[in-house]
């Protein structure tokens, strides 16, 4: 499963794609919203991983924009972030999040979320 982690922190972004490699899976780094559009085209990942709080574009507009992109109609969008209030979830579902994970995220969490949505790609 590839992996696309959008973060603007990079030594977060970095630590992030340890975990998902250890994990099995394979993972780009995209530290701005405009390398995410560019680099999530070519890359063409199963599961998006954003953070919401993003410089120049919030996690929501970018979400919406790349949903809206062919090569992501079958990925899975992940919120990763700080943000944990009820309108925040809410916020990421109307965007077109499935998951909203709060920062820091628990590695048995992400973990379970992983393998799920991959469990779910091979039905």
Not at 22 to 44: F, N, V, W
Not at 76 to 90: I, L, M, S, Y
Request: with cysteine; proline share 4%.
């Amino acid at each position: 499963m590839k992996i696309l982690i959008v973060e603007d922190n990079e030594a977060l972004a970095q630590t992030t794609g340890w975990i998902i490699e250890m994990l099995g899976y394979d993972y780009r780094i995209s530290l701005t919203p405009q390398a995410a559009l560019t680099e999530g085209e070519a890359y063409d990942p199963d599961v998006v991983m954003m953070d919401i709080g993003l410089p120049g574009m919030s996690g929501y507009d970018l979400c919406r924009q790349m949903r809206q992109k062919p090569a992501h109609a079958n990925a899975v969008f992940v919120a990763q972030t700080g943000w944990d209030e009820r309108e925040h979830r809410e916020q990421s579902a109307e965007a077109g999040f499935v998951h909203h994970l709060t920062k820091p995220v628990d590695l048995q969490t992400l973990e379970s979320v992983l393998n799920a949505i991959a469990a779910d790609m091979r039905v």
